[in-house]
């Protein structure tokens, strides 16, 4: 039996992360219907057998209803992130074959990260009526700037290469310039960010959901389920909040180590390792 390089650990890693996201969030759309069904004869139970993460003060089964939220916030992770790398290719390719849309881009750019994050996530929600798509608009257009300047960063230097500007020169139309000789460059940068949007989208959307200003009180989301276990803390339901946060946390860590997992496998200093 061959000895296993790092490559091979970390793409052992990498399955068995995606493994345990892909069954959080097919168990959250399982037990969906459990984590809305009410039993006031069982209410606020501490955790057991019966109940692993115990009861809420309607006698909703915790262990359900964070499955739920985790699996709710990892599908509108999935959907902005995707979302929010496409902008930021788009406009980062668009930024570095222009002068003027670079500069038009570039003052967007800088104009976004000057924003507190948070603020500008809300703003946009708010503006998109919040609820569903609120989140995902304000999530998928507040996490584009950071991708989008290294994606105008990549272009630029792939512009001076050799065999571009020979491509330039010789009357090589600029749209398959960018399909045949940019875009595979940027496969790798495109990828490790998608994946590292991720933990920034699912914070973020559980955070202005804890607010008040993302997801309905109705939906079982984990910013949802958070902010109303605020108010069961000093009675000593402790259970309410560490469950779900702790679960959160985990999924976030998840996610970053598919993201630095997938940034070593593509980094060129790795492939002999």
Same mark, same amino acid.
């Given at each position: 039996m061959s000895r296993w390089n790092q490559r091979k650990r970390t793409l052992a890693l990498l399955g068995c992360a995606a493994l345990l996201l892909c069954a959080v969030t097919v168990a959250g759309l399982l037990f969906q219907p459990l984590a809305m069904e009410t039993d006031f004869a069982n209410k606020q139970l501490a955790p057991g057998p019966g109940h692993w993460f115990g009861t809420d003060w309607m006698g909703r089964d915790m262990l359900a209803r964070t499955l739920t939220g985790l699996s709710l916030s990892i599908r509108i992770g999935l959907l902005t992130a995707v979302v929010s790398a496409l902008l930021s290719v788009l406009l980062g390719v668009t930024a570095a074959l222009g002068r003027r849309a670079d500069a038009v881009i570039s003052w967007c750019i800088d104009l976004f990260l000057g924003i507190p994050h948070i603020l500008l996530v809300m703003l946009i929600s708010l503006a998109f009526g919040r609820g569903f798509v609120g989140v995902v608009a304000g999530v998928s257009l507040s996490h584009w700037p950071s991708l989008a300047r %290294?994606?105008?960063?990549?272009?630029?230097?792939?512009?001076?290469?050799?065999?571009?500007?020979?491509?330039?020169?010789?009357? %090589? #139309?600029?749209?398959?310039?960018?399909?045949?000789h940019m875009l595979p460059h940027l496969l790798p940068q495109f990828l490790t960010g998608l994946i590292l949007q991720f933990p920034h989208a699912i914070l973020h959307e559980a955070s202005v959901t804890f607010l008040g200003f993302g997801l309905s009180p109705e939906q079982p989301a984990i910013g949802v389920i958070l902010s109303e276990s605020m108010r069961y803390l000093t009675t000593g339901k402790w259970w309410l909040a560490l469950f779900p946060g702790l679960s959160l946390v985990?999924?976030?860590?998840?996610?970053?180590?598919?993201?630095?997992?997938? =940034? =070593?496998?593509?980094? #060129?200093a790795s492939a002999h390792q």
């Open positions: %290294v994606i105008r960063g990549e272009v630029l230097q792939l512009r001076q290469t050799t065999y571009v500007r020979a491509a330039e020169r010789l009357g %090589v #139309p600029r749209g398959r310039i960018i399909r045949r985990l999924v976030v860590l998840l996610f970053a180590a598919l993201g630095e997992g997938v =940034r =070593r496998l593509l980094h #060129p």
